[in-house]
């Protein structure tokens, strides 16, 4: 139990920690599952660790937990991924996802062999683990940088889409690994009909799924208060349902549903997006503690120079050939292929397939006629690549982008707060000017009488942890808060500060700032007056 209660609290602590560090929390959740599982055998009396992710989850308990808790983060960000989104860059991801893929999958492979000496068949699957990237790392990066649309969508696309898919290749090298041991002339046919048999049962239960739910959700057959549990049971269904068909084809499945859903027009996706995202959190925390607590000392100390060596390699030469190769006759400029070949850092995916594998491989090598000592290595291997990835990349993502000129210029939109009658009178002016101007409220009659002036609306709450991914923040370069509330004008600036910046972001005076002379007014008050809500309108 206290062990359990401290992964929790350990895992909030990690996401906090990589909100002030600027981090993604990939990155203070393995340093802290490190600390109190591994490295803390050094202080206890005993030896043994603080937190062992073996003894939380024993047997295939924990990789089924891991695998199930994967299916549901990568529903996540499914629901975040529009096709609208692929109106110009479409052929570029396909191609990202197919050529790039296969040649990471290759070329990791041969490193793996060369620098490492591994036998071909353990390189080839650490070459398919470097596949997966993921957006639990590529999303607060691109968050942080803030690159051009073109290179914000191909990112966010592969990172989403290529974590099952990765996934799958594993599992397909694994599979060859146990089959052709036992019979070598059938194996390739038959690896290959489980491949197609993986994609096409993901696909289809993943769509089926989608179709159910959005068939309940217009007949209004669930209640509102049930909606977010209720997707969550059916996702995790989805998930066991297409693992019964075929190994891995539940993260498939899950990712299919989550943009099959994303892209239907049904209102109850704002609200399960809300719900998933906090989920998401939660259950990365747990993940990330979990899998770098079961790490040995012995692991840590067989990494050397060799594995130093194969991770500069994977970062300065086979992601930046395999981008090149996956972006021909794309739209894109030599810096922006550039600045997206040094975008590929690793995730969970990565970390639960090499944990899963490692330890299956071990237990087996004798039998599968592998050498013990280099299936160990897998998975150390593996975290070297998160950690390398996620500090070196994100570290240096804004000063490479800044470098390369790839970063978004500060556009001329202004998004407002309220679609009130002032905001729609002030709107409607800029609008006139050439600005793009967006109007956000919560109220259908505001929103409908600011459509009947051509203005561009938002229905719905800007507050939400999803906005950022329902909007396209890059188009605003400045925000104006012009609600009657003063707590939700002041909370907009505060939730839009670290996207646009503390000097383009405005509010009216609050009541308590016009009633009180002596408060000192601050610098993002409109027009620097204590003129409120009321009294501007009542001038009109």
């Not at 691109?142 to 690159?147: Q, W």
């Not at 179709?211 to 977010?228: A, C, D, E, T, V």
């Amino acid at each position: 139990m206290l062990e359990l209660a401290s992964i929790l609290v350990l895992g909030i602590f990690a996401q906090w920690l990589a909100f002030r560090i600027k981090q993604p929390a990939i990155l203070p959740l393995i340093l802290i599952g490190l600390l109190v599982g591994p490295l803390s055998t050094f202080i206890t009396p005993d030896g043994e660790k603080l937190i062992d992710g073996d003894a939380i989850f024993t047997g295939d308990l924990l990789f089924s937990f891991v695998s199930l808790s994967v299916g549901v983060i990568l529903f996540e960000g499914g629901l975040t991924l529009h096709f609208k989104e692929l109106k110009n860059q479409g052929g570029t991801i396909r191609n990202l996802l197919i050529a790039g893929m296969a040649t990471t999958f290759i070329l990791g492979g041969l490193a793996a062999h060369f620098i490492m000496g591994m036998e071909y068949r353990l390189a080839f699957l650490f070459g398919a683990l470097l596949i997966v990237s993921g957006p639990t790392v590529v999303t607060p990066i691109l968050r942080n940088v803030k690159p051009n649309a073109k290179i914000n969508t191909l990112l966010k696309w592969e990172g989403i889409l290529i974590d099952p898919f990765g996934a799958m290749v594993a599992v397909l090298v694994y599979e060859v690994i146990n089959s052709s041991t036992h019979h070598r002339e059938t194996f390739t046919l038959e690896t290959l009909q489980e491949f197609f048999i993986t994609i096409s049962a993901g696909v289809v239960a993943g769509i089926c799924s989608a179709g159910l739910l959005w068939y309940l959700f217009k007949k209004r057959r669930i209640p509102r208060y049930l909606s977010n549990v209720f997707t969550l049971g059916l996702v995790i269904l989805t998930f066991a349902f297409a693992e019964l068909i075929h190994t891995e084809a539940g993260l498939l499945a899950a990712t299919v549903m989550g943009i099959a859903l994303g892209n239907s027009k049904i209102d109850e996706v704002k609200s399960i997006l809300a719900f998933k995202e906090d989920i998401s959190i939660i259950l990365i925390s747990v993940l990330f503690l979990l899998l770098s607590s079961r790490i040995e000392i012995a692991h840590i100390e067989s990494i050397g120079w060799h594995s130093l060596l194969l991770f500069a390699t994977a970062i300065f030469l086979i992601r930046p050939i395999g981008v090149l190769i996956g972006t021909i006759g794309s739209n894109l400029n030599w810096r922006e292929k550039l600045f997206i070949s040094w975008i590929g850092p690793k995730g969970i995916v990565a970390a639960a397939v090499a944990s899963l594998f490692s330890l299956q491989l071990t237990k087996n090598a004798e039998i599968l006629n592998i050498p013990k000592e280099q299936a160990e290595l897998l998975l150390p291997i593996t975290f070297l690549m998160i950690v390398g990835t996620v500090v070196l990349q994100g570290s240096t993502a804004k000063w490479v982008g800044r470098r390369l000129k790839v970063l978004s210029k500060v556009p001329n939109g202004i998004l407002f707060i309220g679609a009130g009658e002032v905001s729609r009178l002030i709107a409607k002016k800029l609008q006139d000017q050439g600005y793009y101007i967006l109007l956000a409220d919560t109220s259908p009659l505001h929103i409908a009488n600011a459509k009947s002036m051509n203005l561009r609306t938002y229905h719905g709450n800007v507050l939400s942890d999803h906005i950022f991914e329902e909007l396209d923040v890059s188009q605003f370069g400045q925000l104006i808060a012009f609600t009657s509330n003063s707590g939700i004008n002041e909370s907009a600036c505060r939730w839009f500060q670290k996207e646009l910046g503390d000097d383009r972001v405005f509010r009216l005076a609050s009541s308590l700032e016009v009633e009180n002379k002596n408060l000192p007014l601050p610098n993002n008050v409109l027009f620097g007056s204590r003129t409120d809500y009321v009294a501007f309108t009542q001038s009109i």
